[in-house]
């Protein structure tokens, strides 16, 4: 098990930064992925970035050259630095963790609400 706590999150302006935390516990040592999701109301869950156990990153089209992810080497905390935000940048963040030992594993943090206001 993985126990994820993300933190952060809150009301900016337009333009403006924000960085996530995204605290893990438990059986880390086996995590392949962690990456950030988002979700507003009335819609999925959509991937935002996500880093990997080599250290790849991928990104969403809309937040290229805007949010950085990044981690430390033991995945005890994963970030999300988030610059120029946009009122379409509002919505929950939740920090997700990705494991395969011979089975694949998804955990969830709670989430937390980024506001962007115009």
């Known amino acids: 098990q993985v126990q994820l706590v993300e933190s952060g999150g809150g009301l900016v302006q337009a333009g403006g930064s924000l960085r996530l935390s995204c605290a893990a516990s438990?059986?880390?040592?086996?995590?392949?992925?962690m990456g950030w999701y988002r979700q507003t109301p009335g819609k999925q869950r959509e991937l935002v970035a996500v880093?990997?156990?080599?250290?790849?990153?991928h990104y969403a089209d809309f937040v290229k050259g805007r949010f950085t992810i990044s981690r430390d080497n033991t995945w005890n905390t994963v970030y999300l630095q988030m610059n120029s935000l946009k009122p379409e940048d509002t919505a929950v963040y939740y920090c997700?963790?990705?494991?395969?030992?011979?089975?694949?594993?998804?955990?969830w943090g709670r989430g937390t609400q980024v506001t962007v206001s115009s």
């Open positions: 997700n963790a990705y494991k395969f030992v011979g089975t694949a594993a998804d955990y």
């Open positions: 880093i990997t156990k080599n250290d790849l990153t």
């Open positions: 438990g059986s880390i040592f086996s995590i392949n992925a």
